[in-house]
């Protein structure tokens, strides 16, 4: 064991994780534009006051999002460098995982017209 113990290295690996999150917001513009849906999604939250059920809800929604678009990114970059040539198999590997990720911001969607809708509605005097 090094004399810097087992923690350097987990210290270490959020700091990769970290740096990869940069790299997300940097130079991916669908994930600026998640966050960008994701803030505004929680803002209105917050206007609206929401119980913390609903947050944990639309906390996880976002999180998957995030995570999805992630993954593609990485899944995109890792095949672009493996396969710089087009293949179809690389296609539709990337094609599969860009799915992925609009499966997950549809349901995010829904989800979040489903907690935010009738408390909005409430508010703006339109609910029965």
């Known amino acids: 064991m090094s004399s810097q113990g087992p923690a350097r290295p987990r210290l270490e690996s959020f700091r990769f994780a970290f740096r990869g999150i940069g790299e997300l917001f940097r130079h991916e513009p669908n994930a600026r ?3 960008g849906i994701a803030t ?6 917050a206007m609206l006051r929401l119980p913390a059920r609903d947050w944990a809800v639309l906390v996880l929604a976002i ?6 678009e992630a993954l593609n990114s990485a899944l995109e970059a890792l095949a672009d460098r493996l396969a710089p040539d087009p293949h179809p198999l690389v296609a539709r590997a990337k094609d599969t995982a860009a799915g ?3 499966l997950g911001a549809i349901a995010a969607a829904i989800l979040g017209l489903l907690v935010l809708g009738p408390p909005l ?5 339109l609910s029965r």
Do not use: D, K
């Open 33 to 35: 534009i998640h966050l």
């Open 100 to 102: 992925a990720v609009l």
């Open 121 to 125: 509605l409430a508010s703006l005097g």
């Open 40 to 45: 505004a999604v929680v803002g209105l939250a």
């Open 63 to 68: 999180g998957l999002v995030l995570s999805l």
